[in-house]
């Protein structure tokens, strides 16, 4: 009912409001769910909370791999030139949320330059990658010379589900240069976020579930890495490992775990702002060769087959 | 339990001999790497594979079921799906999965179908027989009740679901009611009467579900593979995976499970 005390013409203070603060959720299977666990831990940058975080629990990786793996023929199945279309979207949607990613990139910690400069970054890697994935099987593949009448050649697989604890200190393009790649090549992947500056990663869902990102194919996770290296390393249904940074008694219990059904496990230590840091040969980290045999006739002049 | 109460099914236009050969090896090995699983109670064919899938699973104690009357539709006439049946059953078939005349029973001549699954146990002879009400095409509780009291009226001693072609097959309201009609029946009566769902059941979870629903509806005395039995195809492996995890810790892949 309106009464004659309001005034509509006058906006109300703004220092009278209170801010309304984001529920940061994880990503699964293209929905935003809460932790199965129902725990939450507060990440603080110099006494200031950033929000109610899911702390996700062995239950939560089990379930973002199933989706993974219902998600990953379909998406390996899509045209190259298709992921690339899909990766361009990605770009160009995060293209139009900078100054959301800024912000919350300050909010988190980062010096302003710094901030800006992973924003940009991250969108021109994802570009970057959009170009190469119809490129990249024609640049690792070839045709093998052999001693018989076969056409003998090798291409490109996808390895398939793939785990990536991204980075802990570059919370937007640790997480943006290993995930472009990876679904670059027809993978699909569950990443666990930086720890202490996971919002940049929350956020960065909200971007590929408006992107043509089909379901399932990337799905984000925040929580303590330490927690889940054990479940994560030894679960079957996962192919590859990805994992950023040096902890090397954490990478040796990531190896050791994974060594059930022979994951491969790959440790990056880069600093991803360098531009050497984008490149083919990370998408070629999660692929797996696969050779053919084809019998042919001995058809040319000079007697060779191809 | 679950297990031993899994009717492994192939029933596609496409089964082939192999097919089939294949389907009993998994009912007799299950998943060989875990030691001391039960074998599953049967494996579900079609009329012409009964003879191959009856020597494919001689001296395990596994049963051989077939589906019969001119499944899925049950659309002909009465002396072919007996002749249907009787092959089956000389052929060495335990148990025989009829399905019900829809088309009749929506007419409303009801007792042309209570006859027919009349005439059709008698064709059985020795050979269990399993009334397949396809609750899919039935529409209403109210119908698949009364398909339900018709069937077990008639001598079925077991009403199933689903044929799986038709979607929805069995969910568990439709359970519920068909788990009713064979309570009431046993009651009034003192006779059990076995109960199968059958399509769509494909997760350990959900077949934990039924159980309970059985238990509380009927009792334990009907927690066994002669009067329950889950329909299935891929339920098999959800389950072994299930009882893997629980033995390793570890979350398991379907890529070290058999296919079939």
Redesign the interface.
């Known amino acids: 009912m309106p009464t004659d005390s309001a005034n509509n013409d006058h906006d109300p203070d703004d220092s009278l409001r209170l801010p309304i603060l984001k529920t940061y959720k994880l990503y699964i299977d293209g929905k935003f769910p809460r932790t199965e666990s129902g725990r939450y831990y507060v990440p603080e940058v110099d006494g200031d909370a950033l929000g109610n975080i899911c702390q996700a629990s062995r239950k939560d990786v ?1 379930n973002a ?1 199933v989706a993974a ?1 219902k998600a990953q023929s379909g998406w390996a199945n899509r045209t190259a030139y298709n992921r690339g279309q899909i990766l361009y979207r990605i770009g160009e949607m995060l293209e139009g949320r900078r100054e959301q990613f800024t912000a919350e990139l300050l909010r988190q910690g980062l010096p302003a330059t710094q901030a800006t400069h992973e924003v940009n970054q991250s969108i021109d890697r994802l570009i970057y990658y959009a170009g190469w994935c119809d490129k990249y099987q024609q640049v690792f593949s070839c045709v093998n010379p052999v001693a018989s009448s076969h056409f003998n050649f090798s291409l490109l697989e996808p390895t398939g589900v793939v785990f990536v604890v991204a980075s802990q200190t570059s919370p937007l393009l640790g997480l943006v240069a290993m995930l472009a790649p990876v679904i670059a090549g027809g993978n699909t992947c569950i990443l666990l976020a930086a720890e202490s500056k996971p919002l940049s990663a929350m956020t960065f869902a909200e971007v590929l579930q408006t992107s043509d990102v089909p379901d399932g194919v990337v799905n984000l996770l925040t929580g303590n890495p330490a927690e889940l290296g054990q ?1 994560f390393a ?4 996962i192919n590859a490992i990805a994992y950023d940074g040096a902890d090397n008694e954490y990478l040796k219990t990531i190896q050791e775990n994974a060594i ?2 022979l994951k491969r496990v790959q440790n990056y230590q880069f600093d991803w702002t360098s531009d050497t840091c984008g490149n083919p040969y990370l998408i070629k980290d999660f692929c797996e060769v696969k050779t053919t045999w084809h019998p042919i006739e001995k058809i040319s002049a000079s007697g060779s087959g191809y | 339990m679950v297990l031993s109460m899994i009717d492994l099914t192939t029933l596609e236009g496409m089964d082939t001999a192999g097919k089939v050969r294949q389907l009993c090896y998994k009912a007799r090995h299950l998943h060989d790497a875990v030691p001391g699983l039960p074998t599953v109670a049967a494996v579900c064919v079609y009329p012409n594979f009964v003879e191959l899938a009856k020597s494919e699973v001689k001296d395990t104690g596994i049963k051989v079921a077939s589906v019969a009357t001119a499944f899925p539709s049950g659309n002909s006439s009465l002396p072919i799906k007996l002749e249907d049946v009787r092959m089956a059953v000389d052929d060495g078939a335990d148990e025989i999965d009829m399905v019900i005349s829809r088309g009749r029973f929506h007419r409303g001549d009801l007792q042309y179908v209570f006859d027919e699954i009349s005439a059709v146990k008698e064709a059985c002879r020795h050979a269990r027989l399993k009334v397949i009400l396809e609750t899919g095409e039935l529409g209403t509780f109210d119908k698949v009740r009364k398909a339900s009291d018709i069937a077990i009226a008639a001598g079925a001693d077991f009403i199933k679901t689903s044929t799986g072609k038709i979607k929805p097959a069995a969910t568990m309201p439709v359970t519920l009611v068909m788990l009713e009609a064979i309570r009431d029946h046993y009651v009034k009566t003192g006779q059990m009467v076995g109960m199968k769902p059958a399509g769509g059941i494909s997760s350990a979870k959900l077949a934990l579900h039924y159980l309970v629903m059985v238990k509380e509806t009927l009792g334990v005395a009907w927690l066994s593979n002669h009067w329950f039995r889950f329909g299935a195809s891929s339920l098999a492996n959800d389950v072994l995976m299930q009882i893997v995890k629980q033995e390793t810790g ?7 499970f058999s296919i079939d």
């Not at chain 2, 570890?250 to 070290?256: A, L, P």
């Open positions: 089990k791999v793996r479940h030894s679960h079957k249904d059930s059904n | 570890i979350y398991q892949s379907s890529d070290y």
